[in-house]
Nanobody, 115 residues
């Protein structure tokens, strides 16, 4: 059974930083692309950042220059370094991992940014 476990969320003030982590376990397959999504109250889930197995990245316009996605393939882990956080970054952040058979989601971690 594949599991994705996120950690690193919390409550911070505007301008501060957080680092999210997501560890995937339970599959004998290698992971293709990994990414982070977020969902704010009353809004749809939206993509934040993604990274391929080869390290190519892309970001939502709203986070470019502030967030950095990275991964450690040996540890099946993806990270999201979030700097210069804004109140509008407040959301539940979800990890996503694409395996050859299907995609899996984590349970989400809350990020709250106060002004």
């Amino acid at each position: 059974q594949v599991q994705l476990v996120e950690s690193g969320g919390g409550l911070v003030q505007a301008g501060e930083s957080l680092r999210l982590s997501c560890v995937a376990s339970g599959s004998r397959y290698s992971i293709n692309a990994m990414g982070w999504y977020r969902q704010a109250p009353g809004k749809q889930r939206e993509p934040v950042a993604a990274i391929t197995s080869g390290g190519n990245t892309n970001y939502a316009e709203a986070v470019k220059g502030r967030f950095t996605i990275s991964r450690d393939n040996a540890k099946n882990t993806v990270y999201l370094q979030m700097n210069s956080l804004k109140p509008e970054d407040t959301a539940v952040y979800y990890c996503n991992a694409n395996f050859p058979d299907r995609a899996y989601w984590g349970q989400g971690t809350q990020v709250t940014v106060s002004s």
